[in-house]
């Protein structure tokens, strides 16, 4: 049995009168795979975006590691080692691939801009020390052949690559990822898998991520949690959730 | 070119030197003495070209060598390696030769089933693989090679998790190999002296057009000498850069991305990856270049069908100079004397279109670009001539290590192989079947005395297997292999190959396959080039689903017939050919494939194969219907498969009487 | 066609990430570089050096502190030509009651000044953004001159609020020739631009761009957003000091507030904006063109005197010149939103791909 | 008496105000159906009033100068939409905003080169005088052109409110203000609602041009009455006529009263940027303006 590595414990989230998230609690091992699901507007998003401090809940505790928060905020969550991806892509347009990378290792980057300015040794090494990193990312997602490429002109499914790419840049202990293949095709789906699953492997991080395809998540994730009006109304391994008689309801939409 | 020059001086003297450098490990350690700072090799890798130096290279071949003997690989061994242009394959191989072990390149394509037979045969025990890809496939045919005991692998990714006795990391090896070479420094050195010339240096297979593969067995020496011999005559030197981009396995790759570069010092450079070897290429520049014809078809197709996309002033440009290249390109190249006014013109050219094509496709700095393997086409030939680029051509094969004829500079012709290089000696059975002898010849067959036999008779004469005849310039002129070459049923010669060929130069065509030995007359089938093709349909705006669809278009069929009318013509005027016109042809449904067994690994189609499995569709040709109808499976581009049931179409090709053929052209 | 880079390459990432990666770039500044320190003061006569090429490399200085602001961090201010009023009279005003300071310095200081202000106008950006912002910013305009005009410290109590400024003496060497202050401004340029550059190609810039992209995701990834956009004012701001002081001293030599309207702010804007957002290059580019194409018009008018014989009045000849300038604006906009710069990388491709169209 | 004095600055303010409020509204008119921040509705302001004045000098009656100068206002907006917004459609409001200060210097230009660069006194028939009783009953000096304006303006807003309510056209903007897409379910061509939108603007411009002209005489200085009205769309909002009005008097009050009471003691000439100070501390206050509701980013 892992150590929980993330926990949260009664959040509860609204936006003026709306309520998205009630009394949420769930918890997240070192080197797991975890998904969200749930219908749509069941606050999956909501969810990450209060893991990573992009909204703040009205109730409710958040812990990570050993540090106990009542709300995270972006830049703290970033520097905790907390990453992820958007649902739809949100990519710094009018730059490369491979500075969208570099852009994603900045928390790492510790030279000042008079430095930079000047092209200082250190500046200069420290740019160099991460660009090797960001080409093994770049050589870890097989992206080679894009690598000066403005991210604007790719296509979708490279687009996620990248972003995901970008994510891993910062080397979390913790990536969330938002419907990483949504609106892809079966092979970019293949890929999108077979990269989550390296990362998990390869780098012992901890995967949050919300998908639809039913069949991805339970391939590829070792627990669930299900979520339908902002209540979590499941918690468990795959192959329960698939038996789980309130999950079908919430899918087939039965009345509450 | 002075540093060529020295270059070639130092070769000559070693090669002078004689006994003491007669195997590639004492090669490699001689260049880590006399250049040890200058890069061996580069490795397009994390977005730089990473280079190893003479010196590393010789190391890392050390650490290797000490580390196969620690895991008990012994003299005579053979050692398979299976993975791209990677340095690590090469140091692999060269640690192998340390040692006296026999290294075995295997084709990184092909499937785990096209492995058993060599792994088999040489009870191979030990692989160097390239990453997950290549180790899959090895453990996948564990069961039938229970004689391989020890997998390394270079690339660790996705790997971590097998826990197969037999797999270990390359670092982990190196981590070995250092440790005892530490614990006994002089051994790899040892056994590097205890290496002859004569030993076996390596082994290839041969994927053979027919029947089961042969291990090619071959000495350093016979690959040393050839090496050497074209090295002097071209000045070769520790300058020279070639980008190593077919398979390790291919002798037309290995020659001059192991041997070559052993004798002379120059580097090699290894692509990122397939989709990057365009841009690699422009990066790297190299100055000595080797490729099969399909490859330089394949550029040139690239070439116009981008320029088609072009500007309509560039595609001026283009058509224009393009003239005028033809007209004195060549003649230019060759150092033959031409009016003023056209060497201005082609001054312009250079600047505005040849300089910067030779530039965007990488072969700037080209010296020497050979081609062979197979026949080249004529207008192909001439256009990279004529852009200036000294393309030449060369014969040879696995069994003669490459080199038995090459073109020198100034007579490059395209339907000759050039003269024997110094040290070969070439004569022709009754049936204009080719011998040789030479340094290079191979040692034998692995383990199959009877086609050792068959192949290399007492004298040291060895069947090429090829008909042809030296022309009255020297140069020899190969028509197609002897036992092909076969009569009509009215006794007309018939040469197979040298139809395909003819066809196959038409942009058109990408491959052909024709029949009538014993036959009343020629018929083929033809693989239309899929790039070329659609455009010229787009142009027309003719509607088409995918190749199975386009091919049979009435319009594509017509297209296809003026171009075998055009062959036909140029037939009707060679004399002991003009018998052999082709009547009917029909366009396949799929193209041929060597996943499917219809081309051999280095894409030579296999005819009697072919002959068998589409045995309806041949006789549909010599029937006098209009259509036949087929069935197959065919894989589509997602790589589902399904299948094809339709009636392809048959036509008659125009031919011509030897008298209207003049006419004709 | 011109750029033949086959056998360039990279063995090394330093090499890889140098500014000028093409050999054929790297020879092309280098000759630039050439004349416009060795030829332009030789051949250049007073008017050349002192009306057009001086003023037009003070104004790409300063189109590129807002290039810097606007194109790289995304955040379009209005008030430009306030920062550079700064810099101009707190030169003057270093030079003035600290003489042993030195020029350079004073530069420097006058440009930390403009810079302060800029973080204090800069603040509002932490809570709105786009129009809100950019009107905002012609607060910090308007309040500057008024400030300047009213405290008559800045102009030495001067009666008229015109100051001239000091003439220029570093180490003992003066400047005061056209083709001297040509010179000295040429060097602080040249410098600056290539600080810029590094600035933007290191992980500033790269914070910059990625707060103008997409903010939220720049804030995910650990971008402070607070100090991201007071630092891409404040470097922006002292680019414009600096440029003002040189301005001041390099350029106008008497001063007054009234220097630097809105009109000027606009017009370093419309640099930005012609030469193209995002881009260094664009920054000398758009201040080329802007400070070139009045004397152009006058060119013209002066030939379709001669030609025609239509004389053309000032005030027409002024207001035809705002005509056409705000439809050279528009015309921009439409036919090329990223401006000259991106025409020039266009064709820098087309000539590296050449003979092949893509 | 104090007091007296307080009330008539403070109802100077108010009005003043209201003729800022006047031009903030041709902002808020196209930005709202259009999403441009139209920078060249100083210059409208300018060259709608020259030409009306330049008209009457010519001797044309009054209402038919009005009439005609509506009419090239129109003509303008329209022509505005063509040619400048049309090609940018989809292009960053940036972008856009950009264009329109391009679209100023063209006005600019233009108008001075028609109707020459020399300032016009403007007459509509209400003096600019204190209204006695107000002076006689409480000494508090009330200019009789500014209550007219204020009720000009109190009309032009109600007329716009039934325009915006009650027409077809109306309805349309204000789907477009809400989003693109809905309105092309109105069914009307968003060009020619940019383009009705425009020539309203134009039709504002001239009004406003018209009591502005009375107030500061028309002259080039008229351009910059548009910087006046930039802090009123900070307070009130850009997307809000409400916001306009409201916003309008705030400044307008704050400014006259710090003029009288907070001028003298930094030496007067305050009223160029005291309203934009008034403005960012507001908005430092309440990001999202006076009716502006706080909205969530979407990620």
Redesign the interface.
């Given at each position: 049995m892992e150590e929980v590595l993330l926990e949260v414990r009664g959040v509860s989230l609204a936006f003026g009168g709306v309520r998205a998230l009630t009394e949420v609690s769930f918890d997240v091992r070192s080197h797991e795979v975890r998904a969200i699901i749930g219908p749509n507007g069941a606050g999956k998003s909501s969810l990450l975006n209060v893991l990573n401090g992009v909204y703040h809940p009205q109730q409710g505790t958040i812990r990570f590691g050993a540090r106990e928060f009542r709300d995270m905020d972006p830049h703290r969550a970033a520097a905790l080692g907390i990453a992820r991806t958007f649902q739809n892509i949100a990519l710094f347009k009018g730059m490369t691939v491979l500075d969208n990378i570099m852009t994603g290792r900045n928390l790492k980057m510790r030279c000042n801009f008079l430095q930079q300015a000047l092209w200082l040794g250190p500046a200069r090494r420290e740019e160099l020390r991460h660009r090797r990193a960001a080409e093994e990312i770049i050589d870890f997602l097989e992206i080679q052949h894009i690598r000066r490429t403005p991210v604007g002109r790719l296509p979708y499914g490279l687009q996620k690559r990248v972003e995901l790419g970008r994510a891993l840049a910062a080397e979390p202990r913790l990536l969330l990822l938002d419907e990483p293949m949504a609106g892809m095709n079966l092979e970019e789906k293949r890929d999108m898998c077979r990269f989550v699953l390296d990362v998990n492997d390869q780098f012992g991080t901890a995967i949050v991520l919300i998908e639809h395809d039913m069949g991805v998540v339970m391939d590829i994730s070792d627990r669930v949690v299900v979520l339908d009006y902002g209540r979590k109304i499941a918690d468990d391994v795959p192959d329960q959730i698939k038996k789980s008689q309130a999950v079908i309801d919430a899918y087939l939409g039965v009345a509450h | 070119m002075g540093s060529y020059f020295t270059g070639f001086m130092q070769e000559s003297s070693r090669s002078r030197g004689g006994g003491t450098l007669d195997t590639f490990p004492k090669l490699l350690m001689r260049h880590a003495q006399e250049r040890g700072a200058r890069p061996a090799i580069?490795e397009k890798?994390?977005?730089?070209?990473?280079?190893w130096t003479w010196r590393q290279f010789a190391d890392e071949v050390r650490a290797l060598a000490a580390a196969l003997s620690a895991e008990g690989f012994r003299r005579g061994e053979h050692l398979a390696l299976i993975g791209d242009n990677r340095p690590r394959i090469y140091a692999g191989i060269c640690a192998a030769q340390c040692l006296g072990g026999i290294p075995v390149p295997l084709y990184q394509d092909a499937v785990a089933g096209e492995m058993v037979f060599p792994i088999q045969s040489a009870e191979i025990a030990y692989a160097l693989a390239e990453d997950q890809e290549q180790v899959d496939k090895l453990l996948e045919i564990l069961p039938q090679c229970p004689s391989l005991r020890r997998i390394y692998y270079d690339d660790a990714?996705?790997l971590?998790?097998y826990d197969q006795p037999q797999l270990m990391s390359c670092e982990k090896l190196l981590e070995l190999g250092r440790g005892s070479a530490t614990r006994n420094p002089g051994f790899v050195d040892e056994e590097i002296a205890k290496g002859r010339g004569s030993d076996t240096a390596a082994m290839f297979f041969t994927s053979g057009t027919t029947g089961v593969p042969k291990g090619v067995v071959l000495t350093h020496h016979a690959l040393i000498d050839r090496s050497q011999v074209v090295a002097e005559m071209e000045k070769l030197g520790q300058d020279d850069v070639v980008l190593a981009f077919m398979p390790p396995a291919w002798i037309g790759q290995n020659i001059f991305s192991y041997a070559q570069p052993m004798v002379t010092g120059y580097c090699i450079c290894c692509p990122?990856?397939g989709?990057?070897v365009v841009?690699d290429m422009?990066?790297?520049?190299p100055t000595y270049y080797f490729a099969p014809p399909r490859v330089f078809e394949a550029l040139l197709t690239q070439v116009s069908v981008?320029?088609e996309?072009?500007?309509a002033l560039?595609r001026w440009?283009?058509k224009h100079f393009m003239g005028v290249a033809k007209r004195v390109g060549t003649r230019i190249l060759e150092g033959r004397r031409i009016n003023f006014l056209d060497r201005i013109k082609y001054g312009v050219g250079d600047?505005?279109?040849y300089?910067?094509?030779?530039?965007?496709l990488?072969?700037?700095?080209v010296r020497i670009a050979y081609t062979g393997g197979e026949a080249i086409g004529p207008d192909l030939f001439s256009f990279y001539r004529s852009l200036g680029i000294n393309l030449k051509q060369l014969y040879g094969s696995t069994e003669t290590s490459v080199f038995v004829c090459v073109q020198p500079d100034g007579q490059a012709k395209s339907d000759t192989v050039g003269p024997a290089v110094p040290g070969v000696e070439l004569k022709f059975t009754p049936e204009r079947e080719l011998l040789i002898r030479s340094p290079g010849l191979f040692k034998e067959y692995y383990k199959n005395p009877d086609a050792t036999r068959e192949a290399k008779d007492a004298e040291g004469w060895f069947r090429t297997g090829d008909a042809g005849y030296v022309d009255h310039d020297g140069h020899l002129r190969i028509i197609d292999r002897a036992k092909d070459v076969g009569k009509l049923a009215d006794g007309t010669l018939f040469a197979p190959k040298y139809l395909e060929n003819k066809l196959k130069f038409f942009p058109y065509i990408k491959e052909a396959v024709v029949f009538g030995a014993g036959r009343d007359r020629v018929c083929a089938f033809v693989n239309i080039d899929m790039d070329a093709v659609s455009n010229w349909a787009e142009k027309r705006n003719l509607a088409y689903s995918g190749y199975t669809d386009l091919a049979q278009h009435d319009a594509v069929y017509a297209l296809v017939g003026d171009c075998i009318a055009q062959a036909n013509a140029d037939l009707a005027r060679e004399p002991e050919l003009a018998g052999s016109q082709i009547h009917r042809f029909l366009i396949l449904h799929k193209e041929l494939d060597a996943d499917d067994g219809e081309l051999t690994r280095t894409r030579k189609v296999r005819r009697r194969f072919l002959a068998e499995k589409y045995g309806t569709l041949v006789d549909g040709l010599y029937s006098n219907q209009e259509t036949v109808h087929v069935e197959a499976q065919v894989r589509y581009e997602?790589g589902r498969t399904g299948v094809y049931s339709a009636d392809l179409k048959i036509r008659d090709a125009k031919s011509f009487t030897p008298a209207a053929a003049k006419s004709a052209a | 066609m011109l750029y033949r880079e086959a056998g360039q390459f990279k063995s090394s990432y330093a090499e890889d990430q140098q500014i000028f990666p093409i050999r054929q770039d790297r020879i092309g500044i280098a000759l630039l570089l050439v004349v416009a320190f060795a030829v332009v003061p030789l051949v250049g006569n007073q008017y050349w050096l002192g009306a057009l090429i001086t003023p037009f490399l003070i104004f790409a200085l300063a189109a590129l502190g807002l290039n810097i602001l606007t194109g790289y961090a995304g955040q379009l201010s209005l008030g430009t030509a306030a920062f550079m009023a700064v810099g101009a009279f707190m030169a003057y005003n270093f030079v003035l009651r600290m003489p042993w300071l030195g020029v350079i310095p004073s530069f420097i200081l006058a440009g930390l000044c403009a810079a302060a202000v800029g973080i204090v106008f800069g603040l509002p950006s932490l809570r709105i953004k786009g129009f809100y912002l950019a009107v905002a910013t012609l607060a910090c305009q308007f309040f500057v001159l008024w400030a300047l005009q009213k405290f008559g410290w800045f102009t030495n109590y001067s009666s008229s609020g015109v100051v001239t400024a000091q003439r220029i003496e570093i180490f003992g060497y003066a400047f005061v020739t056209p083709a001297q202050k040509y010179l000295l401004t040429l060097v602080i340029v040249a410098v600056m631009a290539l600080a810029a550059k590094n600035l933007m190609r290191s992980e500033t810039g790269r914070a910059f761009m990625a707060v103008r992209d997409m903010d939220v995701a720049a804030s995910v990834i650990g971008i402070p957003m607070m100090k991201t956009k007071l630092l891409a004012f404040a470097i922006s701001s002292f680019y414009c000091g600096v440029a003002g002081a040189l301005h001041a001293f390099c350029y106008l030599g008497t001063v007054e507030p009234e220097a630097y309207s809105l009109d000027l702010s606009f017009r370093i804007l419309f640099m930005v904006i012609i030469g193209g957002a995002g881009s260094i290059l664009g920054s000398f580019l758009g201040a080329a063109f802007i400070t070139l194409f009045p004397i152009f018009l006058n060119l013209a008018s002066g030939w379709l005197h001669v030609v025609t014989g239509i004389e053309i009045s000032h005030a027409t000849l002024s207001n035809l010149e705002l005509i056409i300038f705000g439809g050279l604006i528009i015309f921009f906009l439409i036919v090329e939103p990223a401006g000259l710069a991106r025409l020039w990388q266009i064709t820098k491709e087309k000539l590296r791909l050449w003979p092949f169209p893509h | 008496m104090q007091l007296a004095f307080f009330i008539e600055v403070l109802a100077g303010g108010l009005l003043a105000g209201v003729m800022y409020a006047l031009v903030a509204l041709g902002f808020v008119l196209i930005y709202k159906a259009s999403g441009v921040f139209n920078f060249a509705q100083g210059a409208m302001v300018f060259f709608a009033a020259l030409t009306y004045v330049s008209l009457a000098e010519r001797g044309w009656n009054l209402w038919l100068a009005l009439v005609v100068t509506l009419v090239v206002m129109i003509v303008l907006g329209v022509a505005t939409e063509r040619i400048v917004l049309r090609p940018l459609v989809n292009q960053p409001q940036i972008t856009l905003f950009m264009a329109t200060i391009g679209l100023t210097f063209v006005l600019e230009g233009l108008s001075q080169l028609i109707w020459g660069s020399q300032p016009h006194g403007l007459e509509l028939g209400i003096p600019d005088v204190p209204m006695e009783w107000l002076s006689q009953k409480w000494n508090i000096n009330i200019s009789q052109f500014d209550l007219f304006a204020a009720f000009v303006a109190g009309v032009l807003v109600a007329v716009l409110g039934v325009f915006f309510q009650k027409t077809r056209i109306g309805r349309a903007l204000r789907a477009v203000a809400d989003d693109h897409q809905a309105a092309l379910a109105v069914g009307i061509p968003l060009q020619h609602i940019w383009a009705i939108v425009w020539a309203v603007a134009g039709f504002v411009a001239l009004v406003a041009g018209l009591m502005w002209g009375v107030r500061n005489g028309v002259q080039f200085a008229l351009t910059f009455v548009a910087l006046k009205a930039l802090p009123v769309l900070l307070i009130g909002g850009f997307e809000s006529i409400p916001g306009a009005i409201l916003g309008g008097l705030i400044i307008g009050a704050t400014e006259k009263l710090a003029e009288v009471y907070v001028g003298p003691m930094v030496g007067g000439g305050i009223e160029s940027w005291f309203a934009y100070v008034v403005a960012l501390l507001f908005l430092l206050v309440r990001p999202e303006g006076l009716f502006g509701e706080k909205h969530i980013d979407r990620v």
């Open positions: - | 580069r890798d994390l977005g730089i070209w990473q280079t990714r996705g971590r998790h990122e990856s989709e990057t841009n422009r990066e790297i520049a981008r320029m996309d072009a500007g560039k440009l283009y600047l505005v279109v300089g910067p094509l030779r530039n965007v990488g072969m700037s700095k997602d | - | -």
